[in-house]
């Protein structure tokens, strides 16, 4: 009997796992759209920080034929396709240079036809500057003028350190000079300010004249107070403290007014090019560098000095320049402020909704309201945030407590944007995340524990605030994170709630009360939508924008890993939850 030689069949696939590979490539194509997103975004940040090298191009100008030299830095190369005269493609090969002094050409950018570039050359003595106005320049230095008359060559050894303690000197005077103006005369005009405001409220409620060389105070039709016991010694006292303000105020006008005798004597002589002599005062350097002649290490210095004062510094040239301190002070009081708002408010709910509300048709409404919720445009929450808060909540107050202010100067206090309102439109935006997520964790408490505690003498009450609630901790936590991973990113309800282009006062200072929760601030995320999409110069923007996003996306990231820590730390606290 001959053997059956043929293989077996072969074993049928699993059901579904064409399934699996499908949704593995989906997650694959995700994550690598995601770290990719990150690359581009930490690539194009951190870069604009690193010194770029400076070049010195001599180019051929048509149809002339005269040669004009430029110094700049090569950030962008790039083919274009165009249409000559006889109507065919030809290509065209071209460097975008950044030049800076702006005063000078025109604009901080240009592009040049590589084959109009007869020479390129890095000259070793060629000069990045940092200017208060202006923008950056890049400059081929000839020596530092003096208040002496005396002349320091950039040919000598000694000359980069030299400009460098000159900066760092007309440096140490510019802070000190903001610090007494923001600082010292700041308090003594906010002090002037609400002196003036109670004189003024004296003089349009009483009528103040001279009878038989005697003052008498009259009180006026429709008074704004009227219960001042002497007006005229109260009068007399409040303009005694005006003059002892105004005594103090030309102490400091005078210690800056020293401090600025020596501004703008000491000049950097300069070139652009062509023998073209340029004049610049150093106390409007507020960092320079040669980057040609700078090793590896060299270049990290210069580059966490880029890095450090974009984070500390405030911003300068209508937040093209300088660093982003405000907004990123902003972003974080706003978050925290909306977190400390929206914990408390959403935990309630849900545990009236999962613990005390009788389940039926209305609790499931409710429900779905809140779900809804979720899904509501956030320019719709601005709108309700400053018709409601703004408005209505803090127009009532102003009512109440800054009545006189409003009767006097007419200008409101919590009645216009601020952080308190931008916070609790974000609060109300992010609640329905806290509700939801709470619910699901009060739900996920075993029953054995409701059951162990309620046998053991305990109420309602201490059951849910003493077992439930601290088992379903991690959970909230984890709402939270949701909640501030959302508001901390939104834009649109925060330009009509209180958040602002520039923000010169902090919302927490060491002015008193020190919590100015009527302020307006600055957000990172405001702010790359205002150097992105409203800067003149979008080319010099560009930088900005990146490392602005990098920095909210680490800001983000700190605030969630902080709050992760704190989950993990509750979860191996309160093992019986199963978040």
């Known amino acids: 009997m001959d053997k059956d030689l043929s293989l077996p069949p072969a074993p049928k696939r699993p059901i579904?796992?064409?399934?699996?590979?499908?949704?593995?490539i989906g997650l694959a194509l995700g994550l690598i759209m995601i770290f990719g997103l990150l690359g581009i975004i930490v690539y194009n940040g951190l870069e604009a920080f690193w010194p770029k090298t400076a070049y010195a191009f001599t180019v051929q100008n048509e149809p002339e034929g005269e040669k004009t030299t430029i110094y700049g830095n090569i950030t962008k190369d790039q083919t274009r396709h165009v249409l000559n005269a006889e109507g065919k493609q030809e290509s065209i090969h071209e460097y975008q240079i950044f030049t800076g002094n702006k005063e000078k050409f025109g604009q901080a950018f240009r592009f040049i036809d590589v084959h109009r570039i007869v020479n390129q050359e890095e000259l070793p003595r060629l000069m990045t500057l940092e200017r208060l106005e202006g923008g950056k320049a890049i400059v081929d230095p000839i020596g530092i003028k003096l208040q002496n008359g005396s002349v320091l060559k950039a040919t000598d050894s000694e000359f980069l350190s030299d400009f460098q303690r000159l900066t760092d000197e007309a440096d140490h005077v510019r802070k000190s000079v903001h610090r007494i103006e923001k600082g010292d005369i700041g308090a003594i005009n906010n002090k002037l300010d609400e002196l003036q405001r109670e004189v003024k409220i004296i003089e349009r409620s009483y009528d103040i004249r001279e009878v038989n060389g005697v003052s008498v105070a009259t009180l006026k039709d429709n008074p704004i107070v009227d219960d001042i016991k002497n007006p005229i010694a109260e009068l007399a006292k409040l303009k005694e403290q005006i003059g002892e303000l105004h005594r103090e105020y030309e102490t400091y006008t005078a210690q800056v007014a020293k401090l600025r005798e020596h501004e703008g004597k000491d000049i950097l002589l300069y070139q652009l090019g062509n023998n073209d002599v340029q004049e610049m005062p150093l106390d409007q350097i507020v960092y320079g560098f040669m980057p040609n002649e700078l090793g590896f290490f060299g270049k990290l210095g210069v580059f966490w000095h880029h890095f450090t004062g974009f984070i500390l510094d405030d911003p300068r040239e209508a937040n093209t320049e300088g660093g982003i301190f405000p907004a990123i002070f902003g972003t974080f009081i706003m978050t925290v402020l909306m977190s400390m708002l929206v914990t408390p408010i959403g935990v309630i709910g849900a545990?009236?909704?999962?613990?005390?509300?009788?389940?039926?048709?209305?609790?499931?409404?409710?429900?779905?309201?809140?779900?809804?919720?979720?899904?509501?445009?956030?320019?719709?929450?601005?709108?309700?945030?400053?018709?409601?808060?703004?408005?209505?909540?803090?127009?009532?107050?102003?009512?109440?407590?800054?009545w006189k202010k409003l009767a006097v100067d007419n200008t409101p206090t919590f009645g216009t944007s601020g952080i308190l309102w931008a916070s609790l439109t974000l609060a109300l935006m992010t609640l329905p995340v806290v509700i939801v997520s709470t619910e699901e964790a009060l739900s996920a408490v075993p029953r054995g524990l409701r059951e162990a505690a309620l046998a053991c003498g305990a109420s309602k009450w201490q059951m849910i605030q003493r077992i439930i609630l601290p088992c379903a901790l991690p959970g909230v936590m984890t709402g939270l994170i949701l909640a501030m991973a959302r508001g901390a990113g939104e834009v649109a309800p925060l330009m009509v709630t209180g958040v602002v282009k520039l923000a010169p006062s902090l919302p927490i200072d060491g002015e008193g009360p020190f919590v100015h929760l009527e302020r307006k601030f600055m957000h990172l995320g405001f702010h790359i939508y205002d150097v992105g999409f409203q800067s003149p110069d979008s080319d010099a923007a560009q930088p900005m924008v990146f490392a602005t996003t990098l920095l909210l996306i680490l800001l983000v990231v700190v605030m969630n890993l902080a709050a992760i820590l704190i989950r993990n730390k509750l979860r191996k606290r309160y093992q019986a939850s199963s978040f």
């Open 16 to 24: 579904g796992e064409a399934k699996i590979w499908l949704t593995s």
């Open 351 to 402: 545990i009236y909704l999962r613990e005390y509300a009788k389940q039926g048709p209305l609790v499931q409404s409710v429900r779905i309201c809140v779900n809804n919720l979720a899904g509501v445009p956030s320019i719709v929450f601005g709108v309700f945030g400053l018709g409601f808060f703004v408005y209505y909540l803090g127009g009532s107050i102003d009512q109440l407590f800054y």
